[in-house]
């Protein structure tokens, strides 16, 4: 069973010709059972933030106990040669607001983990890599990943002088990265660009007028590599 999380039910658009087969409530989280392709899902959606995400992915892991857990949803762009509908295949994750280097350890590093960098399926990766490295609006790259909306292009190169470059930036991954991490289960990412660089006004505006074309854009990658036969 593969296990999706996403911040809202609108990400959730590449289940549409997929089989409902049941809801199981866990606290307030519904978490509902689809079959794609012949693919066991199971699909949740977290709300906003880390503590959310991370309270979703242990529960559908202690509920489930998927071969994977995959983080979708839309994101900004860190990387301004990448478009809105640019859909974003993580290699790893880095919690960037994560910071206990006043005790010796490296921003953004788990300090139990002892990792910066959270690495994603090479199984995942490799798949998708077959089916979409040429792919013009796939990129392969890094998420950064906190609890904060990451607005101006000052932000950004702060952040990218920290982490070294990035292709785009959100607010739930890192935490369900370190769950699954803590877990020993495997860990995937795909993201939609849904805006770039704006003023905070600007940004709401953008994202909310691109959430369901970069959620189809995601969608649609996603449900390439989960029916190739290569990661189930």
Request: proline fraction near 1%; aromatic fraction near 6%.
């Amino acid at each position: 069973m593969i296990a999706v999380i996403a911040s809202m039910e609108s990400e959730f658009q590449f289940l549409d010709k997929a089989e409902h087969i049941e809801d199981v409530k866990q606290g307030v989280f519904t978490f509902r059972r689809y079959v794609l392709s012949g693919t066991d899902i199971v699909t949740g959606i977290c709300g906003t933030g880390k503590v959310a995400a991370a309270i979703c992915a242990q529960k559908i892991i202690d509920a489930f106990r998927p071969s994977m857990v995959i983080s979708i949803g839309t994101s900004g762009s860190m990387d301004d040669s990448l478009r809105v509908n640019t859909v974003v295949v993580a290699e790893d994750i880095v919690q960037h607001d994560f910071d206990a280097s006043a005790f010796g350890y490296r921003k953004g590093e788990q300090c139990e983990l002892g990792v910066v960098e959270m690495k994603c399926s090479e199984r995942f990766l490799d798949a998708a890599r077959r089916k979409y490295s040429s792919y013009g609006n796939v990129v392969f790259g890094r998420v950064l990943s906190g609890d904060r909306v990451i607005v101006s292009s000052d932000e950004k190169k702060l952040l990218i002088g920290q982490f070294g470059p990035a292709a785009c930036c959100e607010m739930e991954c890192a935490a369900i990265a370190e769950c699954c991490l803590i877990n020993g289960t495997e860990f995937a990412a795909v993201k939609g660009i849904s805006d770039g660089d704006s003023s905070e006004d600007e940004r709401e505006d953008e994202f909310r007028n691109n959430i369901v074309s970069a959620s189809a854009s995601l969608g649609e990658i996603l449900t390439g590599i989960l029916t190739s036969g290569e990661v189930c």
